[in-house]
T-cell receptor, first 122, second 114 residues
Framework: DARVTQTPRHKVTEMGQEVTMRCQPI?????VFWYRQTMMQGLELLAY????????DSGMPKDRFSAEMPDATLATLKIQPSEPRDSAVYFC????????????????????FGPGTRLLVL | DAKTTQPPSMDCAEGRAANLPCNHS???????VYWYRQIHSQGPQYIIH???NNETNEMASLIITEDRKSSTLILPHATLRDTAVYYC???????????????FGKGTHLIIQP
């Protein structure tokens, strides 16, 4: 049963430290998404990649966050320096377009989420 | 993407069918209806999606009205493990390489009562 994996599952760090979160997408999926979930804001899209190229990172604070895909099996999300307001659960998801076309020649896409990294910045 | 409206919470007795409504009156022709759920402390899980026809899979059924302005997710025999937040998402399909990220609302907190 193919799954998205994320490491670490939990991270406690002090303000100002660098945090790196890793994601292994499902083999063969060409799209990787990073989401953040907090009680106040709910689930928010931070950034996503297609075929390893960044497509949209408008949801990400540019001054401290960076996302990369060194290869097709690894996506990383870094925060430097970290701040208490970054405390959240960070989810990675991967996707592959569904087969077939619907109305107007379009198709749907299913996303598969990892278990998340729970980050606490003190 | 079209905005959706869901009740904030619902209860359902174990073993009964759970019917979760979603309004999406501004949906456009190339937008799909997706349902995801999030069980406590887990990542969101895909349930089902559809464009205009009713859909059924091993998890649930999706009923989309003829005008596509609303839909209902049906869990035919709810169990305690179905207690979760259920998100209805409407988003544009894609014709090229792939779709964009998902926009999650607040969803419906479904509580299955023993």
């Amino acid at each position: 049963d193919a799954r998205v994996t994320q490491t670490p599952r939990h991270k406690v760090t002090e303000m100002g430290q660098e945090v790196t979160m890793r994601c292994q997408p499902i083999l063969g999926h060409n799209t990787v998404f990073w989401y953040r979930q907090t009680m106040m804001q709910g689930l928010e899209l931070l950034a996503y990649f297609r075929n390893r190229a960044p497509l949209d990172d408008s949801g990400m604070p540019k001054d401290r966050f960076s996302a990369e895909m060194p290869d097709a099996t690894l996506a990383t999300l870094k925060i430097q320096p970290s701040e208490p307001r970054d405390s959240a659960v960070y989810f990675c998801a991967s996707g592959l377009g569904d087969r077939g076309l619907g109305l107007a020649g379009t198709r749907g896409e299913t996303q598969y989420f990892g278990p998340g990294t729970r980050l606490l910045v003190l | 993407d079209a905005k959706t409206t869901q009740p904030p919470s619902m209860d359902c007795a174990e073993g009964r069918a759970a019917n979760l409504p979603c309004n999406h009156s501004t949906i456009s022709g190339n937008e799909y209806v997706y349902w995801y759920r999030q069980i406590h402390s887990q990542g969101p899980q895909y349930i089902i999606h559809g464009l205009k026809n009713n859909e059924t899979n091993e998890m649930a059924s999706l009923i989309i009205t003829e005008d596509r302005k609303s839909s209902t997710l049906i869990l035919p025999h709810a169990t305690l493990r179905d207690t979760a937040v259920y998100y209805c998402i409407v988003r544009v399909g894609y014709s090229g390489g792939g779709a964009d990220g998902l926009t999650f609302g607040k969803g419906t907190h479904l509580i299955i009562q023993p």
